[in-house]
């Protein structure tokens, strides 16, 4: 195992930890807007801490990695996180790392990883997206998400194309995170439909390779038969045979 290896399986849950935790202190102060101060402020340090950590993770695989310029390039998610710490919303990116860890430690199959992704995925989507245009359209002239409620109603019906329009952004941020939702649920919704239609294909491609098999097995077992047969036949015959030549008229 290599030494990039060895610090991802000893950094895997703790960074987990981590993640949670810094959606904890973002999520917060925007579902509880009456918090005191120093709730704030602890909220907010804690998401520089997570920040911190996520860098020096960052940091450390890359120090780690053979290849570095591949690894940027792989992991440019991980970079623009980083890169990024003032642009509140996209500090929820940081999330991400919980899909990805659990798809990666949790299932082994193919299938099972793309359905961890879509399932994980949908909910994180849209608990982000609720989040981040609530944090971002309350207080807005004009605005309609004044509050968490409003923020869930209105990432559930962009991401499912329903848009009743009851609820829309009316800032330039909150523009960016619909759209961001938007392409997002699409992709989601298209993994998901993809997903269920290989499961059904497979499905009843092992429904047909059982039938096949069984009608295998069948005429194996008439053929058999039919040799059986044909030596009994065969056997009749020679005595018939034998009785006539054995026969003194």
């Given at each position: 195992?290599?030494?990039?290896d060895?610090?991802?399986?000893?950094?895997?849950w703790?960074?987990?930890?981590?993640?949670?935790i810094?959606?904890?202190?973002y999520?917060?102060p925007?579902a509880?807007?009456?918090?005191?101060?120093?709730?704030?402020v602890?909220?907010s340090?804690?998401?520089t801490?997570a920040w911190?950590v996520?860098?020096i993770?960052?940091?450390?695989r890359?120090?780690?990695?053979d290849?570095?310029?591949?690894f940027?390039r792989?992991?440019?998610?991980?970079?623009?996180?980083?890169?990024?710490?003032?642009?509140?919303?996209l500090?929820?990116?940081?999330l991400?790392?919980?899909?990805?860890?659990f798809?990666?430690?949790?299932?082994?199959?193919?299938r099972?990883?793309?359905?961890?992704?879509?399932t994980?995925?949908?909910?994180?989507?849209?608990?982000?997206?609720?989040?981040?245009?609530?944090?971002t359209e309350?207080?807005a002239p004009?605005?309609?998400?004044?509050?968490?409620g409003?923020?869930?109603?209105w990432a559930?019906?962009?991401?499912?194309t329903?848009?009743?329009?009851?609820?829309f952004?009316?800032?330039t941020?909150?523009?960016?995170?619909?759209?961001?939702?938007?392409?997002g649920g699409?992709?989601?919704?298209?993994?998901?439909?993809?997903?269920?239609?290989?499961?059904?294909v497979?499905?009843v491609?092992e429904?047909a390779?059982?039938?096949a098999t069984a009608?295998?097995?069948?005429?194996?077992?008439?053929?058999?038969?039919?040799?059986a047969?044909?030596?009994?036949?065969?056997?009749?015959?020679?005595a018939?045979?034998?009785?006539?030549?054995?026969?003194?008229?």
């Open positions: 195992m290599s030494r990039l060895l610090w991802r399986q000893r950094t895997e703790p960074l987990i930890g981590v993640a949670v810094f959606l904890i202190a999520g917060l925007i509880l807007p009456g918090l005191p101060r120093w709730a704030d602890l909220s340090t804690l998401m801490v911190f996520f860098a993770d960052y940091v450390v890359l120090s780690l990695s290849d570095k310029l591949r940027v792989q992991y440019w998610l991980d970079l623009l996180v980083v890169a990024l710490p003032l642009l509140r919303p500090r929820l990116l940081l991400v790392k919980v899909l990805q860890r798809s990666r430690t949790g299932v082994q199959r193919l099972g990883r793309v359905v961890t992704y879509a994980g995925g949908t909910a994180l989507l849209i608990l982000t997206s609720a989040l981040a245009i609530t944090d309350r207080g004009g605005a309609t998400i004044e509050g968490l409003d923020g869930f109603w559930i019906t962009t991401m499912t329903v848009g009743y329009g009851d609820q952004p009316v800032t941020a909150g523009r960016f995170i619909a759209a961001g939702l938007m392409v699409i992709a989601l919704l298209g993994v998901v439909t993809a997903t269920l239609a290989s499961w059904m497979q499905t491609e429904a390779e059982d039938e009608t295998r097995a069948q005429v194996k077992d008439l053929a058999a038969e039919v040799r047969l044909r030596a009994e036949l065969a056997r009749t015959r020679e018939g045979q034998a009785r006539a030549g054995s026969d003194p008229r």
